[in-house]
């Protein structure tokens, strides 16, 4: 069988190279037991990285107003799930503290005009001017 | 890094990973090829050794994995495609919340490196945690140079979150004196704050091999290319050094496309292409090979608001005096933290092409001098530069923090 298709490492990723032993049901692709979990409830195998985009899309889905919040509280309670979003956070309303929309609400929320500018197009700099290419990191040894 | 162990077993693993006591939130993509990146591992990791177990939430991209799980430390990966750069934020921030809201009961200390992940952990109610502000700048005065278009009225709408967070955060670490000295003025504690340089690895140039076409007399600028960073005075300089016709200048340099095509203009313009050895975007062990040959190393920062308000710790001048490597540097105050003229460097008043010209003629001309500047620059780097030394410190205000925590269970 392949390998895990996994990335390891914290500094520099390499790929994982245990065996892999079943398929990500989201992905498809092949992982090592480490690097998959059971889904509560589907019981299913999921790789973390799937995992982890799954939580994300679930405070998105939370801010169209879709309920999550009972299908969630198994995952959330299961420490598999590695603090995932718990239903405090669901009933605690989506956080943006500094939003308003169009709206100027208070005049320290950032509002439509704020975040006009920082659209990438009015970008004048390259942001990565500082960066270095892959591979090319003077600061690290 | 630690490696949780195969598990060899039919089954997915199940509730292996420990609870995070540590949390550190960076608004930048990790790991990627960038002085950034150096601190957050270094820091993160400090943090993490020391609370015992943590999460780590930085920006990702497709490359790079949602959640990684590497024994007791976890990453976490906001993948946004949001190309609006405070929508981003703000998502992050969101990110931010959703994780510090969950363990406030579990963490011991939550470290920031940007208000997009400092207030987030700063709103959080009933919280355990103690929360460290690390500024490596500040988005009020970086973004304007960045997104021409900012109005006064935004800019100061960054400037009240930043205010927030040196306020209410415990501790307060930034790379110098200078960035201290800027957060003091707009009214942080002085008492909060702690100077932690950059750090770097000592290492001896005789074990590195020079690379194979280097020329036999040649000085050195490694780095990024912004206009700050003083390039137009360094070619200025190397026109009136033309008669050492031996004499040539390296620069492993990386930086936008425009950017360096501008300078190759400006280098051919000034008639100076002949003593220039472009490496562009180099790997790291080529501009050490380049760095290790070298008979200067030079550090020609502008006298600019950036560079004096703001400040910065030139990592290409601590990776310099960390091979003993004399560096030749503009004369400021975040280069006088690092450098005592003639003695772990030299200085020269900035924006002089001639005084820098002056000053490489005078080095090349005492190579003892050089030398023994070198040697000098080294052990100042091995006693107060290398990451052991800089995260020790780092490490001293986390047990602060948590010997207040013991101290007084009842304050946030
Ligand atoms: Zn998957
Ligand atoms: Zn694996």
């Known amino acids: 069988m392949e390998n895990c298709n996994m990335k390891r490492g914290f500094f520099f990723l390499r790929d994982c190279d245990y065996p892999a032993h079943q398929s990500c049901s989201s992905c498809g692709k092949s992982f090592c037991n480490e690097h998959l979990r059971l889904k509560p409830g589907i019981s299913a195998p999921f790789c973390l990285d799937c995992l982890g985009k799954t939580m994300q899309q679930s405070i998105q889905g939370k801010d169209k107003g879709v309920s999550t919040r009972d299908n969630y509280d198994d995952y959330y309670y299961d420490t598999a799930w590695c603090y995932g979003y718990r239903s405090n956070y669901y009933s605690s309303g989506s956080y943006k503290p500094w939003y308003f929309g169009s709206v100027n609400a208070d005049d320290s929320d950032f509002n439509d005009s704020d975040i006009r500018v920082f659209d990438a197009a009015s970008e004048s700099d390259d942001p990565d001017a500082e960066a270095f290419d892959p591979e090319a990191n003077v600061f690290d040894s | ?412």
């Open chain 2, 1 to 412: 890094m630690i490696e949780a162990s195969q598990q060899v077993t039919n089954k997915p693993a199940e509730n292996i990973t420990a609870t995070p006591k540590g949390l550190y939130a960076a608004f930048d993509t990790f790991p990627a090829p960038k002085g950034a990146a150096v601190h957050i591992r270094e820091f993160a990791q400090t943090l993490f050794t020391y609370t015992g177990s943590g999460l780590l939430l930085v920006l990702g991209d497709e490359e790079l994995p949602s959640w990684q799980i590497e024994g007791s430390m976890q990453i976490r990966r906001l993948a946004s495609g949001e190309p609006n750069y405070l929508k981003r934020a703000m998502q992050f921030g969101e990110f931010v919340y959703a994780h510090a809201e969950m363990l406030r009961n579990d963490l011991q200390i939550a470290h920031f490196r940007d208000p997009w992940g400092g207030i987030p952990m700063l709103d959080v109610k009933n919280r355990s945690y103690k929360t460290v502000y690390e500024v490596n700048s500040l988005p009020s005065i970086e973004l304007p140079a960045r997104y021409g278009n900012i109005s006064s009225r935004t800019c100061a709408k960054i400037r009240r979150l930043e205010q927030r967070c040196w306020e209410e955060a415990d501790r307060i670490i930034c790379p110098s004196q200078v960035i201290r000295n800027c957060l003091i003025s707009l009214g942080a504690s002085a008492d909060k704050i702690t100077v932690i340089p950059n750090g770097a690895h000592i290492i001896d140039a005789a074990q590195i091999d020079i690379p194979a076409d280097a020329p036999g007399q040649y000085l050195i600028y490694f780095g990024a290319v912004q206009s700050w960073q003083g390039l137009e005075v360094l070619f200025k300089a190397m026109t009136f050094l033309r008669d050492l016709s031996e004499l040539k200048l390296v620069l492993c340099v990386s930086g936008s496309k425009p950017r360096l095509k501008y300078l190759q203009k400006l280098a051919a313009r000034m008639s100076i292409e002949h003593q220039l050895i472009w490496q562009m975007k180099v790997p790291q062990i080529v501009v050490s090979n380049w760095l290790a040959g070298a008979a200067i190393s030079v550090a020609p920062l502008v006298e600019c608001a950036r560079n004096l308000t703001q400040g910065c710790c030139p990592i290409k001048i601590v990776e310099s005096m960390a091979m003993a490597k004399p560096v030749i540097a503009s004369d400021l105050p975040v280069v006088r933290e690092l450098i005592d003229h003639n003695d772990t460097g030299w200085l020269i008043r900035p924006d002089r092409p001639s005084e820098l010209a002056r000053a490489i003629r005078i080095l090349l001309a005492h190579p003892d001098e050089c030398r023994r500047i070198g040697e000098n620059a080294q052990k100042k780097a091995a006693a107060s530069l290398t990451w052991a030394t800089v995260t020790a410190t780092l490490a001293g205000i986390y047990r602060q923090l948590t010997a207040e925590n013991l101290a007084d269970p009842f304050q946030p």
